[in-house]
């Protein structure tokens, strides 16, 4: 471990923070690195591309609090939802039994049709309690021909043949990148967030990921202090 002892000699730290460096800039560069990351590749995602607020889920279909969340975010009042881009990643965990057989389905329901995802998520929230491991199959087949209107038979080969692996590959070794060890998960323009118990919350912190885009438009003091020193 490296430590750095003060001239004084009273005092010990593990880090020195370099005061000629923009230090907000410095920190949404790290904070732009992160949601860079989570928006790699083609998850399924609904909102205008250019919102002001980006909304990433880690979700779990088997999950509880991830279906309590999926009610938080339908009750946002409209105008609030026009300024938002929702975009979900999968982490299903092994200790819930159909979850893994979830995502696969929501994958390959995806690759057939971008709008499908989405109603096949909510299906899978509101049957929850009733679908289990034995039923799960021909009832999401029963729903995708029915509701979705697709080929319950292209769906099943793409499972068969492992055509969401990858993707559920990408998103697995993001959440171990970052850490990520329940769901929901949820990241509103880079902060990070355990869920939300109400749609209160939700818009609190909506409401200040707007405040902060705004704020970031504006010249840094630091930068602008610097650039009135060099052009007086």
């Known amino acids: 471990m490296t430590l750095y002892l003060t001239p004084d000699e009273r005092y010990l730290t593990a880090s020195l923070m370099d005061l000629s460096e923009d230090l ?7 904070k732009q690195g992160t949601m860079n990351a989570l928006l790699v590749g083609s998850s399924p995602s609904h909102g205008p591309a250019h919102a002001p607020v980006t909304i990433v889920e880690f979700v779990d279909f088997q999950c509880p609090e991830c279906r309590h969340f999926a009610e938080v975010m339908a009750e946002l009042p409209e105008p ?7 975009v979900l ?15 696969a389905m929501s994958v390959c329901a995806d690759t057939e ?3 499908a995802f989405w109603k096949l998520s909510n299906f899978l929230f509101a049957q929850q309690d009733d679908l289990t491991v034995e039923n799960f199959q021909p009832r999401t087949l029963q729903f995708v021909k029915d509701e979705l209107h697709l080929d319950p038979e292209a769906i099943k080969s793409c499972i068969d043949k492992g055509g969401y692996e990858k993707a559920l590959a990408q998103d697995e070794e993001l ?10 998960t949820v990241f509103v323009n880079r902060r990070r967030f355990a ?3 109400s749609t209160a919350d939700l818009k609190r912190a909506i409401d200040a990921a707007l405040a902060e885009a705004h ?9 602008a202090a610097q650039s009135s020193r060099e052009h007086p």
């Open 195 to 197: 869920g939300f118990r």
């Open 113 to 115: 049709d971008r709008g």
């Open 89 to 103: 990643r999968q982490h299903p965990f092994s200790f819930h039994a159909w979850a893994r057989k979830a995502a």
């Open 24 to 30: 907000r800039a410095a920190s949404l560069k790290a």
């Open 80 to 86: 609030g939802a026009s300024k938002i881009r929702v």
């Open 215 to 223: 704020s970031e438009l504006a010249p840094s003091p630091i930068r």
């Open 175 to 184: 959440a171990r990148q970052l850490s990520i060890r329940e769901t929901p």
